[in-house]
């Protein structure tokens, strides 16, 4: 049975903290997205990675940044932060190829305060 | 990256077929139409794929004309449980920067 797996469903971080979030699978995609979800503004794309020590910006990357070090692991770290990111965070990965089905985590949801 | 545009609802009744159409007019060569079904706290799930005429599966049916400058997903017999946030979305797998972007989608509301 095929895994997106994010490390947490619940968290609640301060103001100014740094907060990672993790997300591993384990299907050998090359690809991998992180998203932020928020009522009435869909999902939105904030990082993607399309190989090891590759990424690219998505619609929104302000305020956050991103690292995969190995190919089954994505991590989106918040520097510092805010209010304002408190939101639904959800990671998925596909393959490369004319299959693009794309696999989601299960979310995480973040409170900021 | 071609854009689609969707209805941003819809309301059915349950046994009813559901059709809803997505128009990508700028649709490159080598994209592909695929859709995804999204419930509540929980992320976007695969419906369907494909590239030309129809695609069937156990879940759904897509329909592709011609030009392909538009498609239907068809929910046959549609139930309560498939009240849903329904996205399409167009790309080429093969490209490294292909991106799953995510617009809209269509809200559908699946009445007793």
């Known amino acids: 049975d095929v895994k997106v797996t994010q490390s947490s469903r619940y968290l609640v971080k301060r103001t100014g903290e740094k907060v990672f979030l993790e997300c591993v699978q384990d299907?050998?995609?090359?690809?991998m997205f992180w998203y932020r979800q928020d009522p009435g503004l869909g999902l939105r794309l904030i990082y993607f990675?399309?190989?090891?020590?590759?990424?690219e910006k998505g619609d929104i990357p302000e305020g956050y940044s991103v690292s995969r070090e190995k190919k089954e692991r994505f991590s989106l770290i918040l520097e510092s932060a805010s209010t304002n990111q408190t939101s639904m965070y959800l990671c998925?990965?596909?393959?490369?190829?004319?299959?693009?089905?794309?696999?989601f985590g299960q979310g995480t949801r973040l409170t900021v305060v | 990256l071609a854009k689609t545009t969707q209805p941003i609802s819809m309301d059915s009744y349950e046994g009813q077929e559901v059709n809803i159409t997505c128009s990508h007019n700028?649709?490159?060569?080598?994209?592909?139409i695929t859709w995804y079904q999204q419930f509540p706290s929980q992320g976007p799930r695969f419906i369907i794929q494909?590239?030309?005429t129809k695609v069937t599966n156990e879940v759904a049916s897509l329909f592709i004309p011609a030009d392909r400058k538009s498609s239907t997903l068809s929910l046959p017999r549609v139930s309560l449980s498939d009240t849903a946030v329904y996205y399409c979305?167009?790309?080429?797998?093969?490209?490294?920067?292909?991106?799953?972007?995510f617009g809209s989608g269509t809200r559908l509301l699946v009445r007793p």
């Open positions: 979305l167009v790309g080429d797998g093969m490209d490294s920067s292909y991106k799953l972007i």
């Open positions: 990675s399309y190989d090891v020590k590759m990424k």
């Open positions: 700028n649709i490159a060569t080598n994209d592909y």
């Open positions: 998925a990965s596909s393959p490369r190829g004319t299959d693009t089905e794309a696999f």
């Open positions: 494909g590239y030309k």
């Open positions: 299907m050998d995609h090359e690809n």
